[in-house]
């Protein structure tokens, strides 16, 4: 008898490989697992220590197995050092976001995850992230040591506050800033023995709202030797810090200062240096706007630290980011739909954790205030959606502006974003008409203030009477007091 072909026997799946010379690598702390294709070597996976000589090692081999693109998971830090070595060697490395690869079943060891990224890769269903040239990566790094210094010091700060407590000393509840001119001249009274409160007073700034009497009430407490210590350590540590912090920024602009200047923004800088005087100190706003060939302080919102924090986390190439709808998708500023079967299941953006998206969205909190166009769509928008929305909102339109900025080499243009061409000085001028002085119209209940509209409402009428006044008029109301007053002309 003939045996009867089973019917559960599936077909295998030929997936199509995109990348026949790729390979994924699985990072650790100790060790490092590396798998290539299985025709390339007997042994197509193996294990690196994290030494420098086994990294190198580790490239070598890669090379002899003709390996031209690698694919591995950004994880901690551990993954920089190979990083930069298999760079320097000319490979084309990917360096993905373990996000797009954890909900995988199956992967219980190191050997098999640095085998599932390998056919991930060759399959060409991985994405690289964003990583900028090594200039950038080496001010981000002391840009991101900086930020971790201020964090520490303001550690420090808070130590203080707490021995002033525990003495019942209210100072930092009188001034905003005990780290300002006015609370360290008083610490360091404080610290040197004096107790008078009213001597201790006599320190403050002209500029400080509180009052002098007020001051020295605060200074009224009790001192002990131990709070005394604890305060003196922790006013050390902190200046200890803001010396750290200085040093960074020096180096900061020094490694600012090697980037070469647009043509354009060069030959400008030359026409406008003076003939046979020496060069004034070129300031940190200058030198970001050479780097990135625009001035992105003008932008309502964008100071120099935000513009310096985009330099530092992105560049001054933007053109890695296709369009500026990829750019705010990258900073997570957003919406990312979730829709399946046609129902939306969740609108929003995405968690990720980027320093340029963080500082964008302290630019747009910085908004509120602005009476600039881009002020007012803020306000809008925290009037029709809140203000966690409206913030992301603005972030997400100074994130456009800013793509369309450095791409184009366009200046910041406030004009353009008025809704006509004369709506800008039509604005202006109905803000000034708006904050003219008020005027008295005289009644027999005595003079009533109307604000000036500049134009009479209808002919006949004073030029100075609101559009109030003359609903009041036409409705009958107040209409035998105004024609008594002459408040009509008589023709």
């Known amino acids: 008898m003939t045996k009867?072909?089973?019917?559960?026997?599936?077909?295998?799946?030929?997936?199509?490989?995109?990348?026949?010379?790729?390979?994924?690598?699985?990072?650790?702390?100790?060790?490092?697992?590396?798998?290539?294709?299985?025709?390339?070597?007997?042994?197509?996976?193996?294990s690196f220590a994290t030494f420098t000589q086994d990294l190198y090692a580790l490239a070598s081999?890669?090379?002899?197995?003709?390996?031209?693109?690698?694919?591995?998971?950004?994880?901690?830090?551990?993954?920089?050092?190979?990083?930069?070595?298999?760079?320097?060697?000319?490979?084309?490395?990917?360096?993905?976001?373990?996000r797009h690869v954890k909900n995988v079943p199956g992967r219980r060891t190191d050997v098999s995850d640095c085998q599932?990224?390998?056919?991930?890769?060759?399959?060409?269903?991985?994405?690289?992230?964003?990583?900028?040239?090594?200039?950038?990566?080496?001010?981000?790094?002391?840009?991101?040591?900086?930020?971790?210094?201020?964090?520490m010091a303001a550690t420090h700060v808070q130590h203080m506050q707490k021995a002033l407590d525990q003495m019942n000393l209210q100072l930092h509840h009188v001034i905003s800033d005990i780290t300002g001119m006015t609370g360290l001249a008083i610490i360091d009274a404080i610290l040197d023995g004096k107790r008078d409160p009213h001597e201790l007073a006599a320190l403050r700034h002209e500029g400080i709202k509180a009052s002098e009497e007020v001051i020295a009430k605060s200074l009224v407490g009790d001192y002990r030797a131990e709070h005394i210590f604890t305060l003196d350590q922790s006013l050390t540590a902190y200046r200890s810090y803001q010396?750290?912090?200085?040093?960074?920024?020096?180096?900061?602009?020094?490694?600012?200062?090697?980037?070469?200047?647009?043509?354009?923004?060069?030959?400008?800088s030359e026409a406008e240096a003076p003939v046979g005087k020496p060069a004034k100190p070129v300031s940190l706003r200058e030198e970001l706007k050479r780097a990135f060939g625009v001035d992105l302080t003008k932008i309502p919102g964008?100071?120099?630290?935000?513009?310096?924090?985009?330099?530092g986390e992105i560049g001054p190439d933007f053109s890695k980011f296709r369009?500026?709808?990829?750019?705010?998708?990258?900073?997570?500023?957003?919406?990312?739909?979730?829709?399946?079967?046609?129902?939306?299941?969740?609108?929003?953006?995405?968690?990720?954790?980027?320093?340029?998206?963080?500082?964008?969205?302290?630019?747009?909190?910085?908004l509120h205030h602005s009476k600039s166009p881009l002020g007012d769509f803020y306000r809008r928008m925290r009037t029709k959606l809140g203000a966690p929305k409206a913030i992301t909102a603005a972030?997400?339109?100074?994130?456009?502006?800013?793509?369309h900025m450095v791409t184009t080499k366009q200046e910041f243009d406030e004009s353009k974003f008025c809704r006509g061409p004369s709506a800008c000085a039509s604005a202006a001028a109905s803000k000034a008409s708006r904050s003219r002085q008020s005027t008295r119209i005289p009644t027999r209940a005595g003079p009533v203030e109307v604000s000036s509209l500049g134009a009479a409402p209808f002919p006949g009428c004073c030029e100075n009477v609101s559009h109030g006044?003359?609903?009041?008029?036409?409705?009958?109301?107040?209409?035998?007091?105004?024609?008594?007053?002459?408040?009509?002309?008589?023709?």
Not at 244 to 256: S, Y
Not at 302 to 311: D, E, F, N, R, S
């Open 302 to 311: 964008i100071q120099v630290g935000i513009a310096q924090t985009l330099l």
């Open 395 to 403: 972030a997400h339109k100074l994130a456009r502006i800013i793509y």
């Open 323 to 366: 369009s500026a709808s990829a750019f705010a998708s990258w900073l997570g500023l957003c919406p990312d739909n979730d829709i399946s079967g046609g129902k939306v299941l969740w609108v929003g953006t995405r968690k990720v954790n980027c320093r340029a998206a963080t500082a964008l969205r302290l630019a747009a909190r910085c």
């Open 61 to 98: 081999w890669l090379q002899q197995c003709r390996i031209k693109t690698i694919a591995m998971e950004s994880t901690g830090v551990y993954w920089i050092p190979l990083f930069q070595i298999l760079e320097d060697r000319g490979f084309e490395v990917y360096l993905v976001n373990a």
């Open 243 to 268: 010396k750290l912090i200085e040093e960074c920024d020096r180096e900061i602009r020094g490694q600012v200062e090697k980037f070469k200047a647009p043509e354009a923004c060069s030959t400008a």
């Open 469 to 491: 006044s003359i609903d009041r008029i036409t409705q009958g109301k107040d209409w035998e007091t105004a024609k008594e007053n002459g408040v009509f002309d008589k023709s």
């Open 4 to 46: 009867k072909p089973k019917r559960n026997q599936k077909a295998e799946k030929v997936v199509p490989v995109v990348k026949p010379d790729a390979a994924g690598i699985d990072i650790g702390a100790t060790e490092i697992y590396v798998a290539v294709p299985a025709d390339r070597d007997p042994e197509p996976v193996r």
């Open 116 to 151: 599932w990224l390998q056919f991930l890769h060759s399959v060409g269903l991985l994405r690289p992230s964003y990583r900028p040239e090594q200039e950038i990566c080496a001010i981000r790094s002391v840009l991101r040591h900086r930020e971790s210094l201020v964090q």
